[in-house]
Antibody, heavy 121, light 108 residues
């Protein structure tokens, strides 16, 4: 079964850091680009970041550039999101998602269940 | 950045009725458009990609059409499990990847 499981969310104070992880199973992880998508409570979906299969291509939404860093470890079938200088507006469910085709395409066929990040003092 | 505008925001229909959801892009995305369904407390699920291709396991009552800037998701006959929020997403010109604001299909 193809599965993505996020972890690492929690309550954090503004300005602090948090690292999210996504464990992948059931598919050849290093054949696929991977992404992070977030959803603030009661709001719509927002793409946060993406990384190609080998890390050669990386992209971010403007609001997180310079604060968030996406990475992956293909040997561990894992995706990460290092989030620094967190703000209240980063409060959201964070989903990890798999590329539909494999390459740097940008459609998501498999999603994890998400991990909640709350930024509050 | 490509902006996707979905309409209507809310669609109130009864089971068995036909649902027609619209997604308009601020510039052409060719056929690089996907539709997702999200139920409360769940992750989104891919329904349609490349504007008109059904994802694996998606029932035939779901269909997508359009190209360029105007797209439609049609549910031919609503089942109880279809009441949810639907999002369109473009993957033509990115970063950033962008989503529409969503259409909620609710029971009338």
């Amino acid at each position: 079964e193809v599965q993505l499981v996020e972890s690492g969310g929690g309550l954090v104070q503004p300005g602090r850091s948090l690292r999210l992880s996504c464990a992948a199973s059931g598919f050849t992880f290093d054949d696929y680009a991977m992404y992070w998508v977030r959803q603030a409570p009661g709001k719509g979906l927002e793409w946060v970041s993406g990384i190609s299969w080998n890390g050669g291509s990386i992209g971010y939404v403007d609001s997180v550039k310079g604060r968030f860093t996406i990475s992956r470890d293909n040997a561990k079938n894992s995706l990460y999101l290092q989030m620094n200088s967190l703000r209240a507006e980063d409060t959201a469910f964070y989903y990890c998602a798999k590329d539909l085709y494999g390459g740097w395409n940008g459609a998501f066929d498999i999603w994890g269940q998400g991990t909640m990040v709350t930024v509050s003092s | 950045e490509i902006v996707l505008t979905q309409s209507p925001a809310t669609l109130s229909l009864s089971p068995g009725e036909r649902a027609t959801l619209s997604c308009r892009a601020s510039q052409s995305v060719s056929s690089y458009l996907a539709w997702y369904q999200q139920k409360p407390g769940q992750a989104p699920r891919l329904l349609i990609y490349d504007a008109s291709k059904r994802a694996t396991g998606i029932p035939a009552r779901f269909s997508g059409s359009g190209s360029g800037t105007d797209f439609t998701l049609t549910i031919s006959s609503l089942e109880p499990e279809d009441f949810a929020v639907y999002y369109c997403q473009q993957f033509s010109n990115w970063p950033p990847l962008t989503f529409g604001g969503g259409t909620k299909v609710e029971i009338k």
